[in-house]
């Protein structure tokens, strides 16, 4: 296959046989061609499974990731809440952010100050006090960018709610019609 001596060989055979010199340079050449074939699929299985191995290893990294926020984003409640009942009121939120050492770790999640009554009323489902769920899944969505899910999910209830108010007026327009 490397052709090595290969036209010696080919000269003793065709005395005997005169075509036998298209053989040999066809089966040659078929066999370049498959051996080309065999290495450029070679290289392309290692390159395919290093691609699925660092996709996994990625994922495996940002796991890790989300777990490390996951933890920062305990140890920051554990902080804020000074009388350890488990929530957060305002006044502990408030103060979280005058504290130095707590205002560096709102900034670092891209909080300021000024965000403070805003950001609690966010996280608050209405009974004035923070529980660490409300906490962990409000900061966990409120981190990085908006996804286009999340987007079409506020889409769809401002839409929903414009219909409702749209049929409780035209009711009431009936209502009032009725009336004399």
Not at 77 to 99: A, I, K, P
Not at 147 to 159: F, G, N, P
Request: glycine share 4%; aromatic share 14%.
């Amino acid at each position: 296959l490397t052709m090595d001596s290969f036209h010696s060989f080919i000269r003793d055979i065709r005395v005997y046989v005169s075509w036998s010199w298209l053989y040999w340079y066809a089966y040659m050449a078929v066999a370049c061609f498959v051996l080309m074939n065999l290495v450029t699929a070679i290289i392309v299985e290692n390159a395919f499974t290093n691609s699925m191995n660092d996709h996994e290893t990625a994922a495996a990294e940002k796991a890790a990731q989300q777990q490390r926020e996951m933890a920062e984003l305990r140890k920051l409640f554990l902080l804020m809440d000074t009388d350890g009942d488990g929530t957060l009121c305002w006044d502990e939120f408030r103060d979280s952010f005058s504290d130095p050492f707590m205002k560096s770790r709102w900034t670092m999640l891209d909080f300021q100050a000024d965000e403070g009554r805003e950001l609690f009323d966010l996280l608050d489902n209405g009974d004035g006090v923070i529980s660490t769920t409300e906490f962990f899944e409000g900061l966990s969505r409120m981190r990085g960018s908006a996804q286009a899910k999340d987007l079409y999910k506020v889409h769809k209830a401002i839409t929903e709610l414009r219909l409702q108010m749209k049929s409780f007026f035209d009711e009431d327009r009936v209502v009032l019609k009725d009336r004399p």
